[in-house]
């Protein structure tokens, strides 16, 4: 089990990653999974968009693109981050970047943890979970 921090066309964002490993972990573990191997891909708007449009056929620009390669209760996968797009949601939202780019990390594990928010009830449900998650994260601090 191993959970990875990389870049593709940026530099490292920085953050606690020892912390946020161990809280990856603890949602996991909240959710009845085991951890597998995850990596968080950091990368520009223009990396994503091809990677968006490539695998998934969406021509458009995201946030967070998640590869589900989950298998007998162990989550694993690859999630694409786009560093600008979370800069500039982050603005929109008026939340710190920082705040945002932990929101993009914990939504990507959910979706591997099996939540959706392709409509209106879903993302209802996502958000809250998400809300939840950043309170476990605040109290590893």
Known sequence: MSILFLTEEITRPKLRYRIITKWLKVVIEKYDFRP????????????????????????YYTDIVTFDYCS???ISGDMFISIERVKENSIFFN????????????HGLLHLLGYKDGNDEEKKIMRHIEGECIFLYEELL
């Open 36 to 59: 597998g191997d995850l990596t968080y891909i950091f990368c520009s708007d223009a990396y994503l968009r091809n990677i968006n449009n490539k695998f998934l056929s969406h021509d």
């Open 72 to 74: 007998n209760r162990r």
């Open 95 to 106: 939340v710190t970047y920082e705040d945002e780019l932990l929101r993009v990390i914990i």
